[in-house]
């Protein structure tokens, strides 16, 4: 049985997701959510999703939502399908934790932020909160130069071999560009590495929309 993917094709979650499935090159049925409806806060979606968030999988009758648990739950299940995105050995595995660590605790919070402050208003009709963005991009910016100085030393965030940390950084990093921001190519490591990790075919297939694939 072919495993689903509820969610919205131009979520930033749902391309998480997605950009994984392509990795790991497992065969997809996208089941659309109509957000605008409020699909995602009927009985029957909270029944599954108690947050009213997207994306959740359904691997036949297996739910799981969250989109970074969804992405580590497929490597698990298949570690030897396509490119392997977290390392087994003992240390190489602690260097990924501290990578998935810096993404989520130093990146994704300010990304987010400046895309409810400059992007999701005008796609709303309203009016972005630029000062308040920017103060999110200084923030932002300052992380980067640590991110910069990481990646001085190695090819990505956990090291010389990619790691779904790197690629979990895509679909909010994206968006600093339609925000008007070149934030992501301002430090050349971090240049380097993003011109790298955006240029992957896993992310060119899901970048303008998720589509149920088969491999």
């Given at each position: 049985m072919v495993l689903k993917l509820y969610g919205v094709d131009k979520s930033t979650c749902g391309k998480r997701v997605a950009t994984i499935l392509h990795e790991k090159m497992i065969s997809f049925e996208l089941i659309p959510i109509d957000a605008m409806a409020g699909e995602h806060k009927t009985p029957e979606y909270l029944e599954k999703q108690p947050f009213g968030q997207v994306p959740y999988i359904d691997d036949d009758g297996f739910i799981l939502y969250e989109s970074r648990s969804i992405a580590r739950y497929l490597e698990e299940k298949y570690p030897s399908q396509g490119t392997k995105l977290i390392p087994t050995e003992l240390k190489a595995r602690a260097l990924f934790e501290q990578a998935a660590s810096i993404e989520c605790f130093n990146f994704d919070p300010f990304v987010s932020g400046i895309a409810?402050?400059?992007?999701?208003?005008?796609?709303?009709?309203?009016?972005?909160?630029?000062a308040a963005g920017d103060e999110l991009l200084a923030k932002l910016d300052a992380k980067l130069e640590a991110y910069d100085r990481i990646l001085g030393k190695q090819k990505y965030l956990a090291g010389d071999e990619i790691t779904m940390a790197d690629l979990f950084h895509l679909p909010y990093g994206t968006l600093l560009a339609v925000a008007g921001s070149e934030i992501m190519t301002s430090h050349p490591n971090v240049k380097r590495w993003w011109t790298d990790i955006s240029s992957r075919p896993s992310w060119q297939a899901v970048s303008a929309g998720v589509k149920s694939t088969n491999f």
């Open positions: 409810k402050e400059l992007l999701y208003p005008v796609f709303m009709g309203e009016k972005p909160n630029q």
